[in-house]
């Protein structure tokens, strides 16, 4: 894994347009299947996940390449009962989204901004961390290998957590 010139950055306002993007490419497509059109971001139960950036407890952190174009993002928030998403485990445990351009795919990537958030997310305070992820998603193996577990399913997705105390 060569990632030399790739950084991690916290994100700025001016990023938000980028994690709509990511949110888009987040979207797990099986092999085969047809890409929903843009316009499924305007489904409350997705845009949730970005809508509103900025409130308590959200955090992003942006890849950028040697030219500091972004090329993935991790980002995560908190949720409650009255608004809860794929992921949700309880109000105090950040629900992660991550997604990296195609192009970039495979690069060890989501690796470096996992681990970042990772510690990102303890250093808040925070000793938990959620993500939904369908289990046909090669990303399913990231998340596994970084200490996540499967705590249900959603759909046709997985429901996974990790504790943070002893990272």
Do not use: H
Not at 49 to 66: E, F, K, P
Not at 69 to 87: M, Q
Not at 126 to 155: H, M, W
């Amino acid at each position: 894994m060569n990632l030399t010139g790739y950084k991690i950055r916290t994100a700025t306002e001016q990023d938000i347009d980028f994690l709509w993007e990511m949110l888009y490419q987040a979207i797990f497509i099986a092999e085969g299947d047809v890409k929903p059109s843009r316009e499924i971001l305007n489904q409350p139960d997705l845009s949730k996940y970005v809508s509103n950036w900025g409130r308590q407890g959200d955090i992003a952190l942006i890849a950028t390449d040697s030219s500091e174009n972004p090329v993935g993002a991790i980002w995560s928030r908190l949720f409650d009962e009255t608004n809860k998403t794929y992921g949700f485990i309880d109000k105090n445990t950040p629900v992660l989204s991550m997604a990296v351009l195609p192009e970039y795919r495979g690069l060890g990537l989501g690796t470096l901004l996992l681990n970042e958030m990772i510690r990102t997310a303890k250093d808040s305070g925070f000793t938990s961390l959620s993500l939904s992820v369908d289990p046909n998603n090669p990303a399913l193996r990231l998340y596994e290998r970084q200490g996540f577990v499967k705590v249900g399913i959603d759909g046709t997705s997985w429901d996974m957590m990790t504790t943070l105390e002893n990272k």
